[in-house]
């Protein structure tokens, strides 16, 4: 059993999917990237889609919620959408919980892969996933995913995202500091304005939650950035910035998106910070 402060955590797998290799590592040659990712025959690579659920002896928290299951077929095609091992639903359950026992939902951004789980159908409307819960978003984020720019506005699903506005369970959170006992945010606008990343615990015993910062273990060199990133420099400072402190404070990283690795520790080297001691997050 993991446990930080007054949280025992779990990991939930809710299901895997597939982008365009090019787009996750944007400048970096295919032949580099493939060689650790490599892409089917229209050129994308497997993901995860990876949450986590804190539990205390008052709260329920989870951290973003995967792509759902409000799709039509042609984005699941696109995406190659696969639910076959896993779902949020049912790994929830696994970990011994229904979605009325969820009383915090932290969206580090709205992007369709970690908020369209934050919604569900109900004959022909969508009502949010988590019927006692808050959904915790940055303000500045809520009002930049409510007027998207052109390269965004694919990625925000407005449909998904009104509901929970609708429904008055929305917390608009305004930047960066503590959130829950326990839990601190920190804000990151490289890969978009005010996506926040999550902190749990304190002292020697961190564990962060870095989201779409670092969506793999793969983008933690300098130039291994993506293409998704709407002010990619930025990005770059931000991620060198927080593999410092983490390097320093002896945090380990849990990663969303990465096939392979929940959770690693980091080490310097000659070729600057990369993640080491890879492995599921039973084993922190």
């Known amino acids: 059993m993991t446990r930080i402060g007054p ?32 892409p089917d025959e229209r050129n994308r690579i497997t993901l995860a889609m990876r949450c986590l659920l804190l539990e205390s002896s008052d709260r329920l928290v989870l951290i973003d919620t995967g792509i759902g299951d409000t799709y039509d077929d042609r984005f699941a095609d696109l995406f190659a959408i696969d639910h076959a091992h896993s779902d949020l639903h049912r790994s929830l359950a696994g970990a011994g919980f229904s979605a009325a026992d969820v009383t915090d939902v932290i969206l580090t951004h709205l992007h369709f892969d970690h908020a369209g789980g934050g919604t569900r159908r109900v004959g022909d409307r969508l009502v949010p996933a988590f019927p006692s819960a808050r959904y915790h978003v940055q303000a500045a984020h809520w009002s930049w995913a409510m007027h998207p720019n052109p390269r965004e506005k694919g990625s925000f699903l407005a449909e998904k995202l009104e509901p929970l506005a609708a429904s008055g369970q929305l917390h608009l959170v305004e930047g960066p500091g503590p959130l829950l006992p326990g839990v601190e945010v920190m804000t990151v606008d490289g890969h978009t304005e005010a996506q926040q990343i999550v902190k ?18 793969h ?22 910035l927080l593999l410092e402190q983490a390097l320093q404070g ?8 990465d096939p392979d690795v929940a959770v690693a520790d980091l080490e310097r080297t000659e070729r600057g910070i990369r993640a080491v001691a890879g492995r599921p997050l039973a084993e922190r």
Do not use: C, N, S
């Open 200 to 217: 749990i615990g304190a002292g020697e015993d961190v564990l962060v939650f870095v989201a779409d910062l670092l969506p793999t273990t």
């Open 7 to 38: 949280y025992t955590l779990h990991t939930l797998e809710t299901g895997r999917f597939r982008l365009d290799g090019g787009a996750m590592f944007g400048i970096v040659p295919k032949p580099l990237w493939a060689r650790r990712l490599p």
């Open 219 to 240: 983008h933690l060199a300098p130039a291994w950035g993506m293409a998704y990133d709407v002010r990619p420099l930025v990005a770059l400072e931000e991620k060198a």
């Open 250 to 257: 002896g945090w380990q990283l849990f990663f969303e998106h």
